[in-house]
């Protein structure tokens, strides 16, 4: 008996699924962003509306005073969607715990100066608080934002301050030789220490903000575009000379983190600025408010970490600097 084996090839009626070929039309692949964050937003049979908030449907568009006319404008450059995401994330994830072994194999702790080793441990463990608030705020903005392009990126970087979080803990249980007292003592310095309390109350503000837009441009735009070149730029090059070697290749994630995050956060918030003079000057009142609160928080922490509250100075310049070219008024 002869097999004969043939091939055939199917021509598929169209490229993609119906709702992306709407936009594109049926002849155009579509990539697997556009596939897995366009139109995938619920926009009908709610049913009801949340008993906590009666005047907005589940998933409503005024919850901002953010207006679009179409809210699958914004895109992320890079492109994450759940499997890109993990994939990068994975390597970030395997480089960092390279790191923490090499801190550990050469014993690179024990080549810190002995004071800056406390002012490291003052300045860096109770950031592991603010990167929960900061989890919290990029889960309210995937709870009532609006468009999968937005609230996609926003889940992901909420896993993001949770890994970030515990990359703090790790760093400060290796930099106190695993004495978990370190953590309670982080603790009650995010509650009590002078020097923290700016931060600690800009960070619970910002909890408590009603329109999510806003809460992206406090948390993304403002204060981490303060605090985190704070701590992983200025005080960080400061530890270098103290030898604080350990210090910077335990943090080399959030660095990597910072430059990544602003790809996606400055493509959100040009796009939002350019849709109308009215959005750009919103975003720009709301930007003002919190640039303030964080400098003034910035500026707590350098004086108590370096004796100098105008290292805070360079970097509020360089944040104006990258507002303006966002569309903002600053």
Not at 275 to 282: I, M, R, W, Y
């Amino acid at each position: 008996m002869n097999i004969d084996i043939k091939s055939e090839d199917i021509t598929p009626r169209r490229q993609t699924f119906s709702h992306i070929a709407a936009r594109y039309g049926e002849d155009r692949p579509a990539s697997r962003y556009d596939e897995a964050t366009l139109d995938v937003q619920a926009t009908a049979n709610f049913h009801y509306r949340p008993i906590w908030a009666p005047e907005y449907e589940i998933f409503d568009t005024s919850r901002t005073a953010i207006v679009m006319n179409d809210w699958y404008d914004f895109k992320d450059p890079r492109q994450f969607y759940y499997a890109t995401y993990n994939i990068n994330r994975a390597g970030m994830n395997q480089a960092a715990d390279r790191a923490f072994e090499f801190v550990e194999d050469r014993e690179l702790v024990g080549r810190i100066d002995a004071d800056w080793l406390a002012k490291a441990k003052s300045y860096l463990i109770p950031l592991r608080h603010y990167e929960w608030a900061a989890n919290l705020n990029s889960l309210l903005i995937t709870d009532f934002g609006y468009g999968t392009r937005f609230t996609s990126a926003a889940v992901f970087a909420s896993g993001d301050r949770l890994g970030m979080a515990q990359i703090i803990t790790r760093a400060g249980l290796v930099l106190a030789d695993y004495d978990e007292s370190v953590l309670v003592d982080g603790r009650q310095a995010w509650l009590e220490a002078e020097a923290w309390q700016p931060t600690r109350q800009m960070a619970e503000d910002s909890l408590v903000v009603q329109d999510w837009f806003e809460t992206f441009i406090a948390q993304y735009l403002a204060m981490d575009g303060i605090l985190l070149p704070l701590v992983y730029g200025a005080f960080d090059d400061t530890g270098l000379d103290r030898g604080a070697t350990a210090v910077s290749m335990m943090s080399e994630f959030q660095v990597d983190w910072m430059k990544d995050a602003a790809r996606w956060v400055d493509s959100f918030v040009k796009t939002a600025a350019a849709e109308s003079e009215a959005n750009a000057a919103q975003l720009s009142a709301w930007y003002g408010t919190w640039r303030a609160k964080a400098v003034a928080a910035g500026a707590a922490l350098a004086t108590a970490t370096l004796g100098d509250a105008g290292a805070v100075d360079a970097i509020a310049a360089d944040l104006d600097a990258r507002a303006a070219r966002l569309g903002l008024t600053v």
